[in-house]
């Protein structure tokens, strides 16, 4: 029988302190995962590759060139550290660079997960972490998180593991959030606005992508390693955040436009669009109220409701400049149904 695919993503500010990697915390991951190996297919998704490298570079500012030269340094020393620790346990790791063409480019994102099956196969463990080095600034991941969802849905995944530096989603009163069974709009207002120090990410980055993640089908779990055997507990919903994945059948095809398409451009729209795009409609222009980013013939865009919140994502009929010129006939159809997937 085939093995569930697990995805564990550690954030900068999870697997480090004051810059330098915590190998308490990497021992505790090589010691969890190595219990939970033969029962699944992981993939390990670490950040921490800027922040344990920046300290080799003078007067550290965070430029692009000088995260990139952190990045170069850092990456051969977070991997090794992983390496060290997993070595007693019998399990060897692969390094996986990423870049997002990787998945915008489906024949390309067949290749990778044909590597990935083959190390699996072989009892190897990859760890992957964006390309840093020389991933093109307009095609960049926005995060870890954003890498993590798109191998976890690429791949098919059973659950979806996001480690933080906090306990989990917090509540009004901070206290953690135990489930969240649909993260809406009011879900979304909860997340603490601020970032770490470390990393580029947030609690609002990893509540959009566990959305997207949880509408295609995937549990997602939000949780720390600060607390006691984190991953095993955040694997059983005993600890974090739990976010409930939601019941639909998606096709291969709809989860490679939903996550691994490149996303161009952004349209918002009115609230007779939504509840048509709903019933299963095409998006027309009618119920277009703005151009937000443009984007031409064939490609990818969000769609987003009067809130800007992303209800879905479309594979274009049309040139936006149809509708930035005005020339907006209401029966032009935007985006067939068959090329519109729900978020």
């Known amino acids: 029988m085939k093995k569930p695919v697990l995805v564990i993503k550690f954030g900068s500010a999870s697997v480090t302190s004051q810059g330098e990697i915590d190998e308490r915390i990497i021992l505790e991951i090589a010691r969890q995962t190595s219990i939970l190996q033969s029962n699944y297919n992981i993939v390990l998704v670490s950040s ?49 660079l990423c870049e997002r063409h990787h998945f915008s480019n489906r024949g390309q994102f067949l290749q990778l997960k044909s590597t990935y099956e083959t190390l699996w196969k072989n009892n190897v463990i990859p760890i992957a972490n964006e390309n840093d080095v020389v991933s093109n600034k307009e095609l960049k991941f926005s995060d870890n998180d954003e890498l993590a969802t798109l191998i976890a849905v690429g791949f098919g995944a059973e659950q979806l593991l996001l480690c933080t530096s906090v306990p989990g989603v917090l509540d009004e009163k901070g206290e953690v959030i135990a489930e969240i069974k649909e993260i809406d709009k009011s879900t979304l207002s909860l997340a603490r606005k601020e970032k770490s120090t470390a990393g580029l990410g947030g609690m609002i980055s990893k509540l959009n992508f566990a959305r997207l993640a949880t509408q295609m089908g995937i549990k997602v779990v939000i949780f720390s390693m600060q607390t006691e055997n984190g991953i095993l507990k955040a694997l059983n919903g005993e600890t974090g955040t739990v976010c409930l994945a939601q019941k639909k059948k998606v096709s291969s095809r709809q989860k490679w436009l939903a996550s691994g398409s490149l996303i161009t451009g952004l349209v918002e729209v009115d609230k007779g669009a939504i509840d048509a795009l709903r019933r299963r409609k095409s998006l027309l222009a009618v119920g277009i109220a703005q151009v937000v980013e443009g984007f031409e013939v064939g490609e990818v865009f969000h769609i987003a409701d009067e809130d800007g919140i992303i209800q879905a994502v479309a594979k274009s009929k049309v040139d936006s400049a149809l509708l930035k010129n005005g020339h907006k006939t209401k029966n032009v159809e935007i985006a067939h149904a068959d090329d519109i997937v729900l978020l």
């Open 48 to 96: 921490g590759a800027v922040a344990a490298g920046k300290k080799y570079i003078p007067k550290y500012k965070g430029t692009l060139a000088e995260r990139k030269a952190a990045a170069a340094i850092g990456n051969p020393l977070l991997v090794r550290k992983y390496a060290t620790y997993f070595k007693p346990f019998g399990i060897a790791l692969a390094q996986s």
